[in-house]
């Protein structure tokens, strides 16, 4: 059942009935700005597609 949710052990869950019928559904995950910038590796190299979009020339059709 676990795996059928997407979980492991120890993760949140929400437990609901509904028309008699226990709904176990997975708690969707909250993030914050600060702890998505801490994973970042601000050494890491650029990626070559974004490098290349980054240092294309305009097409004319910009906004």
């Known amino acids: 059942m676990l795996a ?3 979980v492991s052990l120890g993760d ?3 437990v609901s009935f509904k028309d008699q ?3 176990v559904s997975k ?3 909250e993030y914050d700005l600060s702890t ?3 994973q ?3 050494e ?3 990626p070559t597609d974004i490098h290349c ?3 294309s020339a305009p097409v004319g059709n910009e906004a």
């Open 44 to 46: 890491a190299p650029e």
């Open 21 to 23: 019928t226990l709904v």
């Open 36 to 38: 998505l910038v801490a």
């Open 40 to 42: 970042c590796d601000l």
């Open 4 to 6: 059928e949710l997407g």
């Open 53 to 55: 979009w980054r240092t």
């Open 12 to 14: 949140p869950v929400d």
């Open 27 to 29: 708690v969707a995950t």
